[in-house]
């Protein structure tokens, strides 16, 4: 058995260490919701500290998460066809020689598409986990078709005035203005106002509170709904239960958690399919105590 487990491990590296590690050898099937096709679309995996978690007691954060001291999460992009337009919400990491990442090509291949074949990218918020993927290795735009759009509150957040950031932050300025221009170059980066329509059945929702202009992408086709999320959750097993913790990366805390709590509420009501940029399934939530018990869309 030893022997096996080894002969899998030298032939697959990085699969029989690492079970959450993207599968890209076969083809990815989307999930369906009314005329929307939706594919969840691994880039990474992070590993978050149980002690990023706040307004939580550490030891029942813990025991929610099995006694571990960190969650192997996810690092989600998610590609959605509607009619009309062939969709990428966030772009992943990127390559990072030090990180397990820079898989979503892999992962849009194994789903049918190709990169020119996006004509719409949504960002979330501009964490590097969300804008790794825009541009390649040689600077070049990844998306050569698709315009680029992000809430203009967000953007304006991260670069128009870097005495408002946190002083470890404010060094990503010129970096974020250079990259969000290698589209602006083309034509084809247009920010937009909160609450604003982009296509028919495809609405901007502010989400602020993890970051400054943070947007949740409503989709809705023949009565069925998706939002992805982005950051709105990040430890899946904890704070779904607990909607009132955050985490230490909420740049607004006490924000973070009221829009947490106002659209889960929502979300439950409405029988929205959520798809989190780090969660590990789609999912749709139910009231259960004083939080919301998540079930996995079939
Ligand atoms: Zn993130």
């Not at 992070?46 to 990023?52: R, T």
């Not at 772009?91 to 992962?107: C, F, N, R, V």
């Amino acid at each position: 058995m030893r022997a096996l487990i080894l002969a899998t491990t030298l032939l697959l590296p990085g699969t029989a260490m690492t079970p959450s590690a993207p599968a890209t050898a076969s083809r990815l099937e989307p999930l369906r919701l009314g005329r929307l096709q939706v594919w969840k679309l691994q880039d990474g995996r992070l590993s978050l500290a149980v002690s990023l978690l706040k307004g939580l007691d550490p030891a029942e954060a813990r025991r929610m998460l099995g006694g571990r001291d960190a969650a192997d999460t996810p690092v989600n992009a998610f590609l959605v066809r509607m009619p009309g337009h062939t969709v990428l919400v966030d772009t992943g990491m990127g390559k990072d020689p030090e990180e397990d990442s820079g898989h979503l090509e892999a992962q849009l291949a194994a789903a049918g598409v190709a990169p020119a074949d996006i004509d719409l990218v949504l960002i979330t918020h501009e964490h590097f986990d969300h804008i790794g993927g825009l541009v390649k290795a040689d600077g070049s735009r990844t998306f050569p078709r698709a315009v680029l759009r992000v809430a203009r509150r967000e953007h304006a957040f991260w670069t128009e005035d870097p005495s408002r950031l946190p002083e470890r932050l404010r060094d990503r300025a010129p970096k974020l203005k250079a990259l969000f221009e290698t589209y602006g170059k083309a034509g084809a980066f247009r920010p937009f106002e909160d609450g604003e329509e982009l296509a028919p059945g495809l609405r901007a929702l502010p989400a602020h509170g993890h970051t400054g202009g943070h947007t949740v992408y409503a989709f809705t086709s023949e009565g069925r709904e998706l939002w992805c999320i982005g950051d709105l959750i990040h430890f899946g097993a904890v704070q779904f239960q607990h909607p009132e913790a955050g985490v230490a990366f909420d740049l607004d805390g006490d924000r973070a958690v009221k829009v947490r709590q106002e659209l889960f509420r929502e979300a439950a009501h409405r029988q929205v399919a959520l798809a989190g940029a780090h969660l590990p399934q789609i999912v749709r939530i139910a009231p259960k105590g004083t939080g919301y018990e998540a079930v996995p869309v079939p």
